[in-house]
């Protein structure tokens, strides 16, 4: 049974194995890998997608039915953390025979409203269609897809970054007319030397942090997506229709975004680094351009 740091899914790893532990115990028959699921239904199915598609793997993230799992997750070998989408066998709403079914972000059912719970889902009685749905349906992500679904995390990274700045600028300089009067005639008296307490502080702050919170507060930095494999590396730089960088080695990685993805290995997810980046996974990384 794999381990937790082996294991990827939406279902919590504790449970799992509770689950795997009690359907080991009670003799059941049906198994994709270490998940339990329901049926024979559900065994063929995969089995038949994974004949076409050697190199994908079964995720748990499926709920269960009966003390089994309904069905698998789909990921592939070199991005397990990735889920791909589902595989599940049920019931026909008719009573008769079976329903093989896939559900992908890919998909958009026109037969459902968008938001529902069968607009991302496809499903067929016949089993040959099943699967021609899991081929297409459950393909690899591209690196172009792995980087638009992480925009938004790093949106509001770069926002968390700029806001504390933005608000002690926005503090120093939001000074009441009453006192910008009194400076007024305070500077024609003399050369300009403050006397209210909120123009001192101001002046101290700009003075020290000035240039580099006006920087950090209008911060908005080329960037790179870099995706680490197991078996390689690839990075699409942002904004470009050119096709991403693959290498092997990762001394064939630009030194820059070598060094860059270094460091943010060891940092905290979603945390945005000045002219580094931002790490969005385990594997996933905005690199700031030099």
């Known amino acids: 049974m794999r381990n937790k740091e082996q294991y990827f899914g939406m279902y919590d790893y504790d449970a799992f194995v509770r689950t795997h532990e009690s359907a080991k115990a009670s003799g059941h028959q049906h198994w994709i890998d270490d998940i339990p699921v329901l049926n024979a239904e559900m065994v063929k199915f995969f089995n038949e997608v994974k004949y076409k598609r050697r190199n994908i793997v079964a995720r748990v993230d499926c709920k269960t039915h009966g003390g089994v799992f309904e069905g698998v997750g789909i990921a592939y070998q070199d991005a397990p953390n990735f889920a791909i989408g589902k595989m599940f066998v049920e019931g026909a709403p008719d009573g008769n025979g079976k329903l093989y079914c896939v559900r992908s972000d890919r998909i958009k059912n026109e037969k459902f409203r968008e938001g529902s719970q069968g607009y991302e889902s496809k499903k067929s009685k016949d089993f040959t269609k099943g699967v021609k749905l899991g081929l297409t349906y459950l393909k690899p992500f591209s690196i172009e897809e792995v980087m638009q679904n992480s925009i938004e995390s790093y949106s509001a990274g770069l926002y968390r970054m700029r806001a504390k ?56 930095p080329k960037k790179i997506f870099v995706w680490v ?11 470009t229709d050119g096709e991403p960088v693959v290498a092997y080695k990762l001394d064939d990685v630009p030194e820059d975004i070598r060094n860059k993805v270094a460091v943010l290995q060891i940092g905290e997810k979603n945390h945005t680094i000045m002219d580094v980046g931002m790490k969005v996974t385990e594997t996933t990384y905005w690199v700031f351009e030099s």
Not at 203 to 217: D, I, S, W, Y
Not at 229 to 239: G, H, I, L, T
């Open 229 to 239: 494999k197991p078996d390689r590396v690839e990075y699409q730089y942002d904004k």
């Open 165 to 220: 700045p933005q608000e002690m600028l926005e503090e120093a300089t939001s000074i009441g007319s009453g006192r910008v009067m009194e400076e007024v005639d305070n500077m024609i008296r003399s050369g300009y030397v403050p006397v209210t307490a909120q123009f001192k502080e101001a002046m101290v702050l700009f003075q020290k942090q000035g240039e580099e919170l006006k920087r950090t507060a209008n911060y908005r």
